[in-house]
Structures are given as structure tokens and as C-alpha cells.
């Protein structure tokens, strides 16, 4: 018998689909912006004008630049509201409140054995955020899972008329991959990471493009991921090689706010929600480990005894 509220329930999960979509989209966005306003800078410190900034680089940067004009002037002199912007996913400064990524941090430390308080100050929020909902950022904020998530899809069609493997690897690897970059970090510099994790060479990418109009070296490292995801597992990067993931999956592995199974409405036997996560997390055994609140399990769990709220103890 499916229990009392569990259209509510399966509307949440869609909702929560739709919100991690939209919110992935609009950090995406937010990227494109932030590198697009270390052009606006330098049009406005060498022209000041959108006429000559027209005739300089064209119409479309004009429209651009009028359109970040009228955005910076909400909150003050658009000269000094920019400053207080800048940074990619490795490292955002928005309103001149930092976002560090915790990878960053660890990279600092490992090669030059300290922090800035910016640094330390950075992240309280994505550390934050995991202490409450687990890895909740692959779901919600990371832009190149939005990618991963496009290439299920395509797999998923593509399914009907080809075969394509889903293998799984040990945690371990991921955790090999951090290891490894950490050293690598040490000796080459931070630059490594650019090739390592999706998200840094997505905003490389953006950036590398949108800023000066060339492409990024990092451009190769999102086709190899996308590559794997398409040919080897359903977002196999995001389950098995990214260390961020796996980072504040441990993190968050008992986080406050998560996804709840009402067990004695679940039906025996039933893998649905097991086989749709694509974190590969088992919700039939109330794992919240790696989960990210997405809500996949929730829309198509049959008797709807998902939820999200706070974790039985």
C-alpha cells in the first residue's frame, strides 16, 4: 500500500530534480559572468564608453558590457563592486566574501604549509554545507556534474540500441586520485588540478575562453571525463574518480538533512531507488553516505517511502 502523503512525496523528488538543474545551470552561468567582468574590467579601465568598447570588440560585448554596467551599479561603483569579484570553482570571491574549495586548501597546505585567513575564512561555507546535507554540492553547485548528468541522458537513449558496460571501482581510487594530486601538487604546482578535477577544468575552460578567446589545455581533461562517463558507467567520474566528491562524501557521511526511508512501507526486493542514484548510494539500506539530495530516488521510488528531513539517529 503506498502511504498517506506520497504524492507530496514524489513531487518533492521532482522538485528537488528540477532545483539541481537549475541551480547547476545558474553556477554555470555565474562562471560565464565572473570571467566575462575580468574582460569588462579592462574595457572599462581602456575605453569607459559602450560606444568604443562597440567599436573595439564588437556589438555583442557591448550589449555585455551595458548589461554589466547596470548590474555592478545596483551595489556602487561598478569600478569598485568588480573588484570585489573574481575567481573560478577553485577559489570565488563574490562581494568580497570568499569560497574556497576544500582540494585548494588541502593543496596550499600540502605545498606551502599554510593558509591566508581568505583561505580559512573560504571554507566555512562548502564545509558547512556538507556537515548538513552530505555531498551536496555535486547535486546542486558543481557545473560540470550538470554535464555528466546531460551524458546519462544521452546514455540512457543510447542504451536502446547499443551496449554499454556500468562498471564500478573501488572508493579507493578516488581517494588514490587525491593522494596523487596532492603529490603532484607538491612537486609541478597547483596548476595539476586543472586536469584532475571536472569542475576546475570546466570554470579553466570558461574562463581561458570567455576572458582572453582561447581554448584551455583543461578542454581535453572534460572530454576524457566525458568519454568515461559515456562508454564506461553512468556519471562515472562523479561516482568513482573525483576527489572532491569522495572528500565531503566523508565529510557529510552522517549529514543532518537527508534522504529518509520509511522501512516498513518499502517494498522487499525492490532496487529501483539503488539503481537510479547517481552516486551509487543504497537508499533501501538507509546509506546517506555520498548522497546529494538530489531527489532521483524519491521520483521514482513505487511505494514513495522516501523523503528527505533530518536523520534518525
Excluded at 567582468?37 to 570588440?57: C, D, F, I, M, Q
Aim: hydrophobic share 45%.
Amino acid at each position: 500500500m503506498v502511504r498517506n502523503g506520497s504524492a507530496s512525496n514524489s513531487r518533492l523528488g521532482k522538485y528537488l530534480l528540477v532545483l539541481s538543474v537549475i541551480t547547476r545551470a545558474s553556477v554555470l552561468l555565474m562562471l560565464c559572468t565572473l570571467a566575462f567582468w575580468t574582460t569588462y574590467a579592462n574595457l572599462k579601465l581602456g575605453y569607459n564608453h559602450p560606444r568604443l568598447v562597440e567599436l573595439s570588440s564588437g556589438k555583442a560585448t557591448r550589449i555585455a558590457y551595458e548589461w554589466s554596467e547596470a548590474f555592478l551599479s545596483l551595489f556602487g561603483e561598478p569600478e569598485e563592486v568588480v573588484r570585489t569579484m573574481g575567481g573560478m570553482t577553485w577559489s570565488i570571491r563574490l562581494f568580497g566574501v570568499p569560497f574556497t574549495d576544500p582540494i585548494a586548501a588541502l593543496s596550499l597546505l600540502a605545498k606551502d604549509h599554510s593558509w591566508t585567513p581568505a583561505i580559512a575564512f573560504g571554507l566555512i561555507v562548502p564545509l558547512g554545507l556538507a556537515l548538513l546535507f552530505g555531498r551536496v554540492f555535486c547535486g546542486y553547485i558543481c557545473p560540470a556534474s550538470l554535464g555528466f548528468y546531460v551524458i546519462s541522458r544521452i546514455r540512457r537513449l543510447l542504451e536502446r540500441f547499443f551496449y554499454f558496460p556500468d562498471l564500478e571501482v573501488p572508493r579507493a581510487v578516488s581517494w588514490g586520485v587525491l593522494a596523487g594530486g596532492l603529490v603532484a601538487a607538491v612537486w609541478t604546482g597547483h596548476g595539476v588540478w586543472v586536469f584532475v578535477l571536472p569542475y576546475f577544468a570546466m570554470g579553466q575552460t570558461i574562463f581561458q575562453s570567455i576572458a582572453f578567446g582561447t581554448l584551455s589545455a583543461a578542454a581535453g581533461s572534460l572530454v576524457v571525463m566525458a568519454l568515461l562517463d559515456l562508454l564506461l558507467g553512468k556519471q562515472f567520474t562523479c561516482r568513482w574518480l573525483c576527489p572532491t566528491g569522495r572528500l565531503l562524501g566523508a565529510i557529510g557521511r552522517k549529514p543532518v538533512i537527508t534522504v529518509r526511508r520509511d522501512a516498513p512501507n518499502c517494498k522487499e526486493g525492490c532496487t529501483s531507488c539503488a539503481v537510479v542514484c547517481p552516486l551509487h548510494v543504497d537508499p533501501r539500506n538507509d546509506e546517506t553516505r555520498d548522497c546529494s539530495v538530489c531527489g532521483e530516488c524519491i521520483t521514482i521510488c513505487p511505494t514513495q517511502c522516501l523523503s528527505i528531513g533530518m536523520k534518525k539517529r
